[in-house]
């Protein structure tokens, strides 16, 4: 496998593929979700979720309860004399933070984060963060973003902190063009991606979000920026409106995709491309050894994805080039033709794509579809096996280290598990 | 605004889903943003149900804000109408949809839909998931049994003779801590006692089924939190009493046998008289001496945190050094069943506070919720779960009912199993310094991993607490160290304040036994 895609090239020559678009229930997280995942990212920054009772048990309930020694995120639940009046409810607020800044002097950053009745009633965090920050500085850095559920779908709530965090980063302070990897990953992937960038000499890259927040990306007219996640439109807008240059590329998901990924970065950095065959090449080959006891597996099944993390048509790209497996729908949430384009290119031309949802219309089409798999939510899992309709979790595939070479065939694992697990089970 | 870190119950619009869940053919239209459908995963995934709750949000977003969200209501149920036939149709808002003010109930009427249409409203900024599933169901059983209420003032009909005694088992909702399990238990003590149960609900019961409680002859109170004020309403309007007693342990089942005998005019005295039970035995035999004066921390929703401790107290021979609940519209309760045990009662749903407690009062055992498993794990301490909320292992594949006689067994060995055993406890005592017997030692039925060894907090704690004076000689903190670590805290606090008190600045290995005698009176 060898694609080579253009670094610059945009969606002209995209073949204009059918898009279903609905509305109705949707049957996804709301952006609050996000923290979850980023709180362990940025290890000294605390979300305070602005919000109600409902909130703090979607943020419990999604983390499936995990307790940590003590989480970095909490809520500040309204209660009905906040609704009342607003004066109060920002009074209520700089009590609640103070609160917490004396209880957690480790904390060096902290979000407000909007919710949908915080929306609905106006309560303005960004003056609060303003406000506060100036109160709390330099100890504090307060920012806020919105993970409401009437903005937000699920992936859409880190698009809006990473999109929080670029004016607060720092302008470059060399001539150099430096590179910067955008989107949470798991710390053995950025890991291996630093190995990788630094065999390819392309010196130190950054990443946003950083493990700790005193180490901000450098942000400017020098930066030339990858999407390591395909849910960052904000977050890509604000940096292009600091000068940085986004490279085109698919999703390091699978070889092809990790592969044309880099290949992005060392074109735009100017690395030879027998230096770039060097050091990609045992890479590639090794993974592309593991994934093939998958397509044995997975090969000709059938999968049908239903809409949540905006991975999904990276993943159906992986899912069908790689592994041989056959669409039958591909659901996302929100579609970015531009983010996209170099994903949508490499899928079949006769793929059925869906941008939104109608979760009842949805389960029929897929019912009567009977695929081999289905990806879905916690919500819809159980219900389908119990129709004996096999699924994956989508929420895993979020969860788990799944980018980058050496996760290609841990990727494709978690497709053919239950599978496997349902060929086994006699009882 | 409450800083919260965990929450003990979610939205009341959760506990609606509770009760819609549990029924068959009833729909429930909940006006609510994108997002509000995590709630979906409690029921698929903690209690593993094969369904999807029977709930429509209308998942509005900020676009619809400007536009007509009512008619997006509409549309909802009157889809979800089409789709799903039910027999009744529950409507309402969750907290963003109660901002908008768009009357789910109203807008549902004016669809004129062929069936009953009950709208709840339930107030998001002030009230909680328990309060929710109780008004839920009160506003069900209202709606829908309502239209065969007799008029006021007529009484009772006679129960014909020959004819078994009807009661109906109320509160037992989807997500409910082994309701599942108890309504069987308690369904076949009835049978025992030649009591039919006309209608169990609203776990199982279809709205036609609610519509027919009226003609049970009494009403049996399985969960007070979430059937109370449906009770009360049903003993207004068809003159149905109800049970007081909840059948948790082997003296409050006895008692709800004699309650419901009485209510039923049946002779109980063939079913009080088997031994139904072996924990009465088990609890005598001489094994578990060992459980003598245990402490125990307790804390869940007020009916079982207080059937908890008379079980604990009574039934099992531990000393309650602490009981609380979540549920503040059961702070009587909680504060009755409190001076019983001479301990202050701990009425909070903040989770810090409960963790606080707890490393405070240094338990030797810990009954609690899901919350408390964490809290009593990081704490090194022995726990059992005996209240909601629960987690997916707390729905085990065997039957495990807490009510009843059988209930009874069950609570005697979920309870006594994570303690150490009482030789093994007797040799830890004694050989401090065996290598194998570490400090912070688990049972040893148990292996490593099942509870994490203490870390040396609930000491520091006290060390914190106690604002010393006193200093430790290095032969004193030895011998300190040589008394079992779940009362070592205990042990160094009293003698810091025998010290304190007794003006002593050193504190030598005679401070700690005479400090160990004074505390022994």
């Not at chain 1, 009342?84 to 407000?112: K, M």
């Not at chain 2, 245990?294 to 009574?314: E, P």
């Not at chain 2, 304040?497 to 504190?507: C, H």
Request: hydrophobic share 45%; with cysteine.
């Amino acid at each position: 496998m060898n694609v080579h895609v253009q670094g610059c090239q945009v969606a002209a020559d995209v073949a204009p593929k059918s898009i279903r678009r609905e509305s109705g229930q949707r049957e996804v997280f709301c952006g609050l979700t996000g923290i979850v995942w980023l709180h362990r990212k940025i290890q000294d920054a605390f979300f305070l979720v602005v919000g109600s009772r409902t909130c703090a048990h979607l943020i419990q309930s999604a983390a499936g309860v995990m307790i940590f020694a003590e989480p970095r995120f909490a809520t500040a639940i309204m209660e009905e004399k906040d609704l009342a009046g607003l004066t109060d409810a920002n009074d209520e607020l700089d009590r609640i933070v103070a609160q917490l800044i004396a209880r957690r002097p480790d904390i060096r950053l902290l979000f407000l984060v909007g919710s949908c009745p915080s929306e609905v009633i106006k309560l303005d965090l960004s003056r609060a963060a303003l406000r506060l920050s100036q109160k709390f500085s330099p100890a504090v850095r307060i920012l806020n973003y919105s993970g409401s559920g009437i903005e937000t779908t699920f992936t859409q709530g880190e698009d809006a902190c990473l999109a929080s965090l670029v004016p607060a980063a720092p302008p470059n302070g060399t001539s150099e063009d430096q590179l910067l990897i955008v989107g949470s990953l798991a710390d053995v992937v950025e890991d291996q991606f630093i190995r990788l960038f630094d065999a390819l000499g392309i010196g130190a890259v950054q990443f946003l979000p950083p493990r700790n927040s005193a180490a901000l990306p450098e942000i400017g007219p020098n930066t030339k920026f990858l999407l390591a996640q395909p849910f960052l439109a904000d977050t890509a807008r604000a940096l292009e409106d600091r000068g940085a240059v986004r490279l085109a590329a698919p999703f390091p998901l699978g070889v092809e995709g990790t592969t044309a990924w880099l290949r992005a970065a060392a074109d735009a950095f100017g690395v030879a491309p027998a230096s770039f065959e060097t050091v990609t090449g045992p890479h590639r080959i090794r993974a592309e050894r593991a994934l093939v006891r998958y397509r044995d597996q997975l090969g000709g099944r059938r999968i049908f994805l239903f809409p949540d993390s905006q991975l999904e048509i990276p993943l159906a790209r992986f899912l069908s080039r790689e592994l041989s497996m056959q669409l039958v729908e591909v659901g996302t949430p929100y579609l970015h033709r531009e983010h996209l384009a170099e994903e949508l290119r490499l899928l079949p031309d006769d793929v059925v794509l869906s941008e939104g949802q109608d979760v009842d219309l949805q389960l029929d089409r897929c019912r009567a579809a009977r695929p081999d798999l289905v990806v879905c939510g916690l919500g819809l899992a159980n219900p389908l096996e119990a129709e004996g309709i096999t699924t994956k979790w989508s929420i895993e595939l979020v969860f788990t280290p799944i980018q980058g070479y050496e996760q290609a065939a841990d990727l494709a694992e978690l497709f053919a598990r239950p599978l496997v697990r349902r060929a086994k089970l006699v009882a | 605004m409450q800083l919260t870190v965990w929450t003990y119950e979610g939205p009341p619009h959760v506990g609606a889903m509770r009760v819609a869940t549990g029924m068959d053919g009833l729909h429930y239209v909940l006006h609510a943003p994108q997002g509000d459908t995590y709630a979906d995963l409690l029921f698929t995934m903690i209690e593993r149900r094969d369904r999807r709750p029977p709930v429509t949000y209308t998942t509005f977003s900020a676009r619809d804000l400007g536009g007509d969200t009512a008619e997006l209501f509409k549309n909802a149920a009157q889809k979800a109408y089409d789709r799903f036939q039910p027999q009744a149709m529950l409507v309402g808002a969750s907290c963003t949809g109660s901002l908008i003010q768009d009357d789910p109930g109203g807008l549902a009427r004016a669809l004129d839909l062929p069936i009953p249409v009950v709208a709840v409203d339930l107030p998001a900024y002030q009230r909680k998931e328990n309060w929710g599933a109780a008004e839920t169901f009160y506003q069900l059983v209202r709606a829908l049994a309502g239209p065969s209420a007799p008029a006021p003032g007529i009484p009772r009909p006679q129960r014909a003779a020959g004819v078994r005694a009807r009661c109906n088992l109320l509160g037992p909702t989807a997500l409910g801590f082994r309701h599942r399990d108890d309504i069987v238990e308690i369904t076949s003590l009835l049978a025992k006692l030649g009591i039919d149960v006309n209608v169990t609900a609203p776990m199982g019961a279809t709205p036609t089924d609610i519509a027919r409680l009226g003609e049970a002859d009494f009403n049996v109170v399985l969960y007070p939190e979430i059937a109370g004020q449906a009770a009360s309403w049903l003993q207004r309007t068809f003159g149905q009493s109800f049970t007081k007693t909840v059948p948790i342990g082997v003296s409050a089942t006895r008692e709800f046998v004699e309650e419901v005998a009485k209510l039923a005019g049946v002779d109980a005295s063939a079913t009080l008289a088997t031994d139904a039970t072996r924990l009465p035995w088990y609890s005598r035999s001489v094994d578990s001496t060992y459980l003598t004066g245990k402490r125990v921390f307790i804390f869940g929703d007020a009916t079982h945190a207080v059937a908890a401790a008379r079980i604990a107290s009574d039934e099992l021979g531990f000393k309650v050094v602490g009981l609380g609940t979540y549920s503040r519209e059961f702070g009587r309760e909680i504060r009755e069943a409190a001076k019983r045990y001479d301990v202050e009662p701990l009425i909070t749903d903040d989770y810090l506070e409960v963790e606080a407690k707890v490393a405070e009062l240094q338990p030797e055992l810990v009954l609690g919720t899901q919350m408390e498993r964490h809290i009593a794990k990081r704490l090194g301490v022995p726990c059992a779960v005996i209240s909601a909320p629960v987690h997916v292992q707390d729905f085990p594949a065997r039957y495990a009912p807490q009510m009843g006689f059988e209930g009874a067994n069950v609570i005697f060995d979920t309870w006594v199993h994570p303690l150490m055993m009482g030789l093994e406890e007797h040799l830890l005592a004694m050989f401090k310094d065996d290598f194998e017997f570490k400090d912070g030692a688990v049972p040893s039925h148990l292996g490593a991993g099942h509870s994490a060894p203490v870390a040396d907090r609930p000491v520091q704690v006290s060390v914190l607490a106690s604002n010393i004076a006193a200093v430790w000689a290095a032969d004193a903190e030895k011998e300190l160290h040589k008394i079992p670590f779940f009362v070592r805290g205990k042990a160094r606090r009293n003698t810091e304040r025998f010290a304190n008190e007794n003006g002593v600045a050193t504190i030598t290995i005679e401070t700690l036994y005479d400090a160990k005698a004074h505390y022994a009176r």
